[in-house]
């Protein structure tokens, strides 16, 4: 049996971790954190009482920390994790590229634990960034959609800069010879119509709607063609099965590892 600890075990992704954590065979949910609900009992059958310390973490012997929080919280309990030795899986947002060099840092250095930290726990969506891989090198333009609930508080989605990060990595390979069509655009009639832009040009648009859970489209564009990518996730319980293979694995991962491609082997 794994012990498994969640951070944010009070939130909407937090909740449905410790339900599939307290049914799963392999796994023992054993503690669980959250300042907006010390006191109550964490979703699932485990009868655990959410507290508001993560010194809870280690008076509980939990081995595999969950953290569903808030990037800030989130950067401060996995420094903690680092420091305690305990594996981490984080699928908390808004991680920048330095954030990640100091997580690689950290976890590749003199601590135990091991860390993987994804954008996007769904397996649809991950295929969906390979195959945006895949497109990459074939058409002239490319934009992002991510559509989601009206409570999130983080744009654009985390799953949105990775595939735009992926697909730049794949399209500027060789000194970015590749470089995307211009943005024909002369005049921004309302400021933000074309949404947020990445450093190599890529525009992305992020979409708040109660009703919605977590939606992308990757849609490429070439004379005469597109080809449009959409992934939905229609409920929370679709980024289970990564996070449980990702709590199983982390142990076996070593340092830092980002996304669950190596976990799939795709
Ligand atoms: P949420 O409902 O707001 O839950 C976050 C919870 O964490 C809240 O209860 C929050 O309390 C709590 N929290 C804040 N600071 C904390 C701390 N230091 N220690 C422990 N708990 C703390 O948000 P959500 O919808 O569950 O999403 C959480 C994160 O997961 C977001 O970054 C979201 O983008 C991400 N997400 C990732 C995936 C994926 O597959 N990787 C999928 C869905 C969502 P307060 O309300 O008091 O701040």
Known sequence: MIRVGVFGA???????????????????LVAAVDPAAPGARAAGSSGVEIAAQRATFVEAAVEVAVDFTVVGAARENLRWCAAEGIHAVCGTTGFTEEDRAEL???????????CVLAPNFSIGAVVM???????????????????HHD???????????????????????????????ADPTEQVVLEGARGGRSEAGVHVHSVRLPGLVAHHEVV????????????????????????????????????????????LGI
């Open 10 to 28: 009070a939130g909407r992704m937090g909740e449905t971790v410790c339900a599939a954590a307290a049914a799963a065979d392999d796994l023992e």
């Open 104 to 114: 690689a840092a950290l976890f590749g250095g003199s601590t135990p634990a091991n």
């Open 129 to 147: 960034m390979r195959c945006a891989e895949l497109c990459a090198p074939h058409f002239e333009g490319v934009e992002v959609i991510e559509l």
């Open 151 to 181: 409570r999130k508080r983080d744009a654009p989605s985390g799953t949105s800069l990775e595939t735009v990060r992926r697909i730049e990595a794949v399209r500027l390979q060789g000194g970015g010879a590749r470089a995307f069509a």
């Open 220 to 263: 490429f564009g070439s004379m005469g063609e597109s080809l449009t990518i959409r992934h939905d996730s229609i409920d929370r319980v679709s980024f289970m099965p990564g996070v449980l293979l990702a709590v199983r694995r982390v142990a076996g991962m070593p340092g830092l590892t980002v996304g669950l491609e190596s976990l």
